[in-house]
T-cell receptor, first 111, second 116 residues
Framework: SQQGEEDPQALSIQEGENATMNCSYKTSINNLQWYRQNSGRGLVHLILIRSNEREKHSGRLRVTLDTSKKSSSLLITASRAADTASYFCATGPWAGNMLTFGGGTRLMVKP | NAGVMQNPRHLVRRRGQEARLRCSPMKGHSHVYWYRQLPEEGLKFMVYLQKENIIDESGMPKERFSAEFPKEGPSILRIQQVVRGDSAAYFC??????????????FGPGTRLTVT
């Protein structure tokens, strides 16, 4: 089974609205990362939050991490049509370097 | 500063043929990871390599799949005797050398393998 599970699986909003995606994971982590994937393309790294951090901002992105609940959220404020993509959370373990990905949230922002 | 390069971008193979996927990491990166993505799913880790060494192949099928990262040249993921179930997007990622675990990984554009 996957380490990370995103919720919701699909999200459709109007341009200008905020989009919130959640990710839950199962085992202890060193860090949690969010990636974006446009249809048929590779992954673009968005933001990394370490296990000792609670919140991080990057432009219109805000990520929170709650290690007690083993969950994270990604908030995209003032969404744009260009934000339409799939968003994945990935966890990095304490030992080893591989990332474990969730199933993704497919976000559609309507103009 | 070129990113992670993968080729070919699209590969079509008939059942039973061999598929060879290439990955050139970012300049200065010595860690390479291969992931597979089935349609509508997230990426699944396959193998983690450093130059001339396989560090973790826990995600790689035991048969038909192999990977290498030679001293010179790109990393190669080889799939022998491909079957339809091997059809997927294969992504390579790289990261810089570090003593700490789990740094950001930089992904290539992927190779989309179709087995007919």
């Amino acid at each position: 089974s996957q380490q990370g599970e995103e919720d919701p699986q699909a999200l459709s909003i109007q341009e200008g609205e905020n989009a919130t995606m959640n990710c839950s994971y199962k085992t202890s982590i060193n860090n949690l990362q969010w990636y974006r994937q446009n249809s048929g393309r590779g992954l673009v790294h968005l933001i990394l939050i370490r296990s000792n951090e609670r919140e991080k901002h990057s432009g219109r992105l805000r990520v929170t991490l709650d290690t007690s609940k083993k969950s994270s959220s990604l908030l995209i404020t003032a969404s744009r049509a260009a934000d339409t993509a799939s968003y994945f959370c990935a966890t990095g373990p304490w030992a080893g370097n591989m990332l474990t990905f969730g199933g993704g949230t497919r976000l559609m922002v309507k103009p | 500063n070129a990113g992670v390069m993968q080729n070919p971008r699209h590969l079509v193979r008939r059942r039973g043929q061999e598929a060879r996927l290439r990955c050139s990491p970012m300049k200065g990166h010595s860690h390479v990871y291969w992931y597979r993505q089935l349609p509508e799913e997230g990426l699944k880790f396959m193998v983690y390599l450093q130059k001339e060494n396989i560090i973790d192949e826990s995600g790689m099928p035991k048969e038909r799949f192999s990977a290498e990262f030679p001293k010179e040249g790109p990393s190669i993921l080889r799939i022998q005797q491909v079957v339809r179930g091997d059809s997927a997007a294969y992504f390579c990622a790289s990261s810089p050398p570090s003593m700490a675990s789990s740094y950001e990984q930089y992904f290539g554009p992927g190779t989309r393998l179709t087995v007919t």
